[in-house]
C-alpha cells in the first residue's frame, strides 16, 4: 500500500520569506503521479501542482515549484515570496495509475501561517 | 468553469436522523469520490464511483452507503446518523484516468454536525 508523510502539522512564516513543505512517499510502483493541493478557510480544494514519476525536470506553476527527489522519496512543495493569502491548508497526495479507489493517497496536511 | 457542486454547505441533524448529502458535477467526469476529513487525519476515502451505479469501498465505508444512478451526482446517505460522524465531508470528481492533466475537482465541502 502507499503511504504519504507530512511531518509538519503547522508552520509559521513571515510574508515575502519563501516556504517548503515537506512530502515524503512510499511506493514500490515505478509509475505514479503526485500532486499539491491548497484549502483555504472557504474548504474548497484547490489544485496547485503535479509532478509524475517519469518526468525528467521538477514541475513549477508560477510561485509554486516542487522539488522532486525520486531516490529519497521526496516531493516538497515550495513556495516563493509569499503572501498572506498563501495562508491555509495544504495537502500532498500521490496517484498509482489504475489503483481504482486505492489509487490516490492524501497526507495530513500541514498548516500554513504567513504573519505580516 | 468547470464545477463540483454540493447542495449543502452545513447541516445540523440529529443522533438517528438520515442523512443525505448530495454532489452533481458538470465535467462529464467518470470518477466521483466522497472524502471525509477530520483535523490531523487528512482526507480518508469512504466511497469512490467509477461509473453509473457502479461503487467501491474506500478506507473507512462503515456507516455509509452511495447512491450514482445518473453520471453527474454522486449521494453519500448516513442511515442513521451518529455524533462520530460529524465531519468536514467533501466530494470530488475526475476523469477515468487520473494524472496531471485530469486531477480531482473538490467542491466546497459540507460541513455536518450531528447532536
Known amino acids: 500500500a502507499q503511504k504519504i508523510t507530512q511531518t509538519q502539522p503547522g508552520m509559521f512564516v513571515q510574508e515575502k520569506e519563501a516556504v517548503t513543505l515537506d512530502c515524503t512517499y512510499d511506493?514500490?510502483?515505478?509509475?505514479?503521479?503526485l500532486f499539491w493541493y491548497k484549502q483555504p478557510s472557504s474548504g474548497e480544494m484547490i489544485f496547485l501542482i503535479y509532478?509524475?514519476?517519469?518526468?525528467?525536470q521538477n514541475a513549477t506553476e508560477g510561485r509554486y515549484s516542487l522539488n522532486f527527489q525520486k531516490a529519497r522519496k521526496s516531493a516538497n512543495l515550495v513556495i516563493s515570496a509569499s503572501q498572506l493569502g498563501d495562508s491555509a491548508m495544504y495537502f500532498c497526495?500521490?496517484?498509482?495509475?489504475?489503483?481504482?479507489?486505492?489509487?490516490?493517497?492524501f497526507g495530513k496536511g500541514t498548516h500554513l501561517i504567513i504573519q505580516p | 468553469d468547470v464545477k463540483v457542486t454540493q447542495s449543502s454547505r452545513y447541516l445540523v441533524k440529529r443522533t438517528g436522523e438520515k442523512v443525505f448529502l448530495e454532489c452533481v458535477q458538470d465535467?462529464?467526469?467518470?470518477?466521483m469520490f466522497w472524502y471525509r476529513q477530520d483535523p490531523g487525519l487528512g482526507l480518508r476515502l469512504i466511497y469512490f464511483?467509477?461509473?453509473?451505479?457502479?461503487?467501491e469501498k474506500g478506507d473507512i465505508p462503515e456507516g455509509y452507503s452511495v447512491s450514482r444512478e445518473k453520471k453527474e451526482r454522486f449521494s453519500l446517505i448516513l442511515e442513521s446518523a451518529s455524533t462520530n460522524q460529524t465531519s468536514m465531508y467533501l466530494c470530488?470528481?475526475?476523469?477515468?484516468?487520473?494524472?496531471?492533466?485530469?486531477?480531482?475537482?473538490f467542491g466546497a465541502g459540507s460541513r455536518l454536525t450531528v447532536l
Open positions: 465535467m462529464d467526469h467518470e470518477n
Open positions: 497526495a500521490m496517484y498509482k495509475p489504475g489503483g481504482g479507489a486505492d489509487g490516490l493517497t
Open positions: 509532478q509524475g514519476s517519469y518526468d525528467q
Open positions: 464511483s467509477y461509473d453509473v451505479k457502479m461503487k
Open positions: 470530488a470528481s475526475s476523469l477515468w484516468d487520473i494524472s496531471g492533466a485530469n486531477v480531482l475537482t
Open positions: 511506493t514500490s510502483d515505478p509509475s505514479y503521479g
